[in-house]
């Protein structure tokens, strides 16, 4: 299990900031950020490459924080491989003094690379065989740092299921960085989401994807249909106005300005009005098929998104220039406080107010 | 072609033109039976022998000490660091006369009292024309040694100490193979400036017939002494051995890798 423990560090301009993280043994986490959030920074933190003075770091019980790197038994696997040009495959995996195993040189699939030099390898070679590296010691952390960056899409995926499966087969405990959303909710068992040197979120997948808590973290994990708007309580929720004609409804108390989003997925789009809640009319700008599904585009006096399975639009035919009623249900609305430098979330605040 | 070309090709010409007039002219003035016989003479088999050996002694022991220092000034920052930095480039800015004077008067002193008491002399003996050697060709190999310490990525050492390697283990298994590229070309400008050093060596060794006789003492020695024949005969030698130097550094130089 590692724990890290309110770290601070000062790195030039930049500062990682009360850095509280927790990953059980076993667990696939990941850090999700844009690029210079300080994901990297944190990496090499616990890896050993900095010096901490504000905050420990502790692996299994033993505090690591000023432990050597060799004495830490953890796994770095850097963005950029870092496969000394000098040496072949087979002496990069055993630098460390330790015995070529069999089983991680075919779980890898590198028999075949064990003698060549690291610059006849391939983007996806190099990363299979720095991920043999930093297993053959047997570390009770792998640090990934944006392991498939540097790779096409297609490989990417086949990284992605090797990953899965090395985590499975060696239950190692996992710390990957990504900037890649798809990629940290493929992978993790939890997420946490840092920006500027601070985690702003900590979750599983399936909480961020819900539940971002704020346009940042809604607009890292996908979200398109990001607006602001003006807050009036009514009755057990509150109206949000966008523009000048259209008011939102939703079941949270709000009051001034703020951010609304909703997931294109969640915006429904059909013929007729069914007089439900949060009902437009609109006409379609754009359409686009992607894969199994179509993405619209849909003027309602704001361009809004919708994402619709490709089997559920058939008996609607839709095309661009078509009128039809977009229904967004008042649960999908998400709120995020409007000066988005406050980690509150506003929505999780009211609900509870209501639960009391 | 642009006018500016043009005038650096003129200037090109004449540099080149120059260079080659001076060659050509020990070339010319060179007498083939004497030169067969001054490569014969036991004066030019003591003095290349001689050049080889201290130059050789003088590379080993400014290796030694370049890489330790590379080392430290391209890792460390310390307080002082730059005054630390001029003082090691001081031979490379001091004329080498000068670099020799200063010892002549050091090892003069006391200190060279004491010295000479533990059987250790440094003035006008071969051990004079090691440490004059050294001490001029040690900041070039150091700063050649440095350069490429300072270009190696930082975290494949990094990574070597997260493979479980201990920080001397790092520098032997990764930075200095890193590195070998351009120790050898530092080596090489190292070992042509022991072959062709004079000026230091003359103050402190001082220009002894068959003791202190390097190459250019040689020469300096034939001169001296109007044996201009002999004086040639080893320019041209020296000649041959710095155009070999030449082609090795190009040669490594051509091979060295950037990592």
Redesign the interface.
Known sequence: MLVIDNLNIKFGGFSLKDINLSVQKGEYFTILGPTGSGKTLLLEIIAGRYSVKNGRIILDGVDITNLHPKERKIGYVPQDYLLLPHLTVSENITLGKVQLEEDIVNLLNIKHLLKRYPSTLSGGEKQRVALARALIRKPKLLLLDEPTSSLDISIKRVVWRNLDKIKNKLSVTVLHVTHDFEEAFFLSERIAIMRNGIIEQIGTPNEIFKMPKSKFIAELTGVENIFEGFGKPNGQGSFISVGQELNFATYKKIQGKIYLSMRPENVVIKKCKENKINEFQGQIVKILEKGGFFRFDIDIGINIVSLVKASEISALNPKVGDKLIVEINPKDIYTFTYDDKSLEWKGDKDDEKSKN | MRKIDLIAQIFLIIFVLIVLAGISSLFLSINLDILIKTLRSKEFLFSIKFSLTTSLISLALSLLFSILIAYILSKEDFIGKKIVENIVDVPIFLPPLVVGLSFLILFGGKLGYVLEKAGITFLFSPLGVIFAQFIIITPYIERNIEVVFSKI?K??E?????????DFEVFK??TL??SKEGILTGLIVGWSRAIAEFGATLMLAGATKMRTETLPIAIFLGISSGDMDFAVSIGVLMLVISFLILLLVRGVVKQN?S?
């Not at chain 2, 990094?158 to 201990?166: A, D, H, P, V």
């Open positions: 990525n975290r494949y990094f990574i070597g100490k997260s493979m479980g390697l201990s298994k990764i193979p890193l890798v990592y």
